[in-house]
Each structure stands twice: as C-alpha cells, then as structure tokens.
C-alpha cells in the first residue's frame, strides 16, 4: 500500500508534470470506483490543473473549483504517459479503473489508475473541496505539519489505550502511516509493535518523534522527483524490517519475525524491540511465555 512517502512523490511528480495543462479527457472505467456523483467527473473536462496536493494518503489533482482526489488503497498505483491513447475503454475489463488525458504546451500526457488483485479498494472523488472526501475531513495531523511535536504526540499517546502499531497506522490519528513504515518506525525506536501507546514514557515518546521524522524524511527524500514507475522499488529497497521475516536484522543480526492477522501482518526484531521475546502469532496480542 502506498504510504505517505510515495504519495507524496506521486504528488510531486503530477504537480509537475500536469500543472497548467488542461483536462481534455477523463475515463471512469469501473463506476464502483466513483464514490461521488455531483458534480459529474465529466464537468473536469476543458478546466486548467491549477496543481496536485497530497492529503494524507490521498492525492487531489485541483482545476479551480473542481478536484479529482484518489486513494489508491492497497493495490492501486498510478501509471503515467507522455502517449496517451485516444481508445474508449471498455467497462470492467482489465486492471484499468480510470483513465485521464490532458493536453499543454508540452504536449499530451496522461495516466491509469491501476489496481491489481480481486478486492477492489480504490476511491475516486469527484468534489467542489478536497475536504467533502470523508477520508480526508477527518484525517489527523500531518506528521510534517508545523502543529505536529513532541508535545502534540505525547498528548496523542498520553490518551490512548490502543498499541502503538494499531494506533500509528489510524489515519485519524496522524495521517499518512501505514503498515510498512509504522513497521520501519518502530524497530527505529526500538519500540514493541504490541506496546500500549499510554504506557510510553515522555523520553520514548520523543525517540518515536525523533524515528518517525527521520524514517519519513529519509523515504521522502528518496521519493522525490522519482517517476511513478521506480517508486516501489524504491520503498522495497529501504525496508530494514517490513516485508523481511526470516533475514537477519540489518542492526542487531537476529532473525526478524513476524506475527500474522486475517488480513495483515506486522514484522520487527526481537532483539531490538522486544528485548528477545517472541511474539505470540496469530492475533493473540501477547508476548509468549
């Protein structure tokens, strides 16, 4: 799933490359993907792209009153051209979910949004405000906005009963985490994912400040001006615990483990996080005795 890194490169990139162009056409090729209805996404047609925003995990391309906002959820990507093909699409074939062409004085471009996989997740907008898109109205801070410190997340954790894995990954909470990187964030911190957020103490409260804005940061950095095609590799290259169970840890040496839910899973290294323990699998949500 992308996260807050790659969207916001996905961002980037769009702003870039699409900003004072003009819409020229937009396909909605599986209506299960259109979440809104007024206005029609036909109205974006022949308006100037005034510039493309991240919101969390959502991206909204913005035409003067009109926006176009997309979650790309779990398996969606973006796909981008500078030859765009004219073709109609047919509805509800292949991986296509929508298609959007725009003309300027660099010539055609475009993109597909994408989504492999049979449990389709992709949300498409179609809003006068970003802030219309329940997702985003009711998102949490920016880890990067000037309100976002130490003291703001003390507070956030100082309230919560909740594991700081499940609690880092809620985007009304703070916006933009996901699985990967709450995963990467937490072997920083040398926190145990099963951690009760309130039980965190001020001085770890700070290191987690400190792990979040380092590991965000440094993908960030990575991500930008990366075209959208580079950027999964990108995010997979730099993974020291997510999506490696079973290899040693890059700081310690110890096998990084896993612990696996219905739908998820989390990995971290004993050594560094849960002073050698080994967490129970299977949901059980407690260290094995």
């Known amino acids: 799933m992308p996260e807050l890194p790659e969207v916001s490169g996905l961002a980037g990139y769009l702003d870039d490359h699409l900003q004072g162009t003009v819409v020229s056409k937009v396909q909605i090729v599986s209506f299960a993907v259109l979440k809104t209805a007024d206005p029609p996404f036909s109205a974006l047609e022949g308006r100037t792209v005034t510039g493309v925003r991240r919101f969390g995990k959502f991206i909204s391309i913005d035409t003067g009153g009109i926006s176009f906002v997309f979650h790309l959820a779990r398996a969606g990507w973006v796909r981008f051209t500078d030859s765009p093909t004219d073709a109609q699409l047919k509805m509800g074939k292949g991986h296509i979910a929508a298609r959007l062409a725009f003309t300027g004085p660099g010539g055609p471009r475009g993109f597909d949004l994408t989504e492999a996989g049979t449990k389709k997740s992709l949300a498409v907008y179609v809003v006068r405000d970003p802030q219309e898109v329940p997702g985003i109205a009711t998102l949490g801070p920016d880890p990067f906005s000037e309100a976002f410190d130490a003291d703001m997340l003390a507070g956030i954790l100082g309230s919560s009963s909740q594991q700081i894995k499940g609690l880092l990954r809620s985007q009304g909470v703070i916006a933009g985490i996901g699985n990967a990187y709450?995963?990467?964030?937490?072997?920083?911190?040398?926190?145990?994912?099963?951690?009760?957020?309130?039980?965190?103490?001020r001085g770890t409260v700070q290191v987690l400040y400190d792990a979040i804005h380092d590991v965000l940061g440094t993908a960030l950095a990575e991500a930008s001006g990366k075209p959208p095609k580079d950027l999964k590799d990108v995010k997979r290259s730099h993974m020291r615990v997510h999506a490696r169970a079973g290899q040693p840890c890059p700081v310690c040496g110890d096998t990084v483990r896993e612990v696996s839910f219905a739908d998820t899973s989390l990995q971290y290294c004993p050594t560094c996080q849960t002073k050698g323990k080994i967490l129970a699998d299977r949901r059980t949500s407690k260290f094995l005795k």
């Open 182 to 201: 709450s995963d990467e964030i937490l072997h920083a911190a040398r926190i145990s994912p099963f951690a009760t957020a309130k039980s965190l103490d």
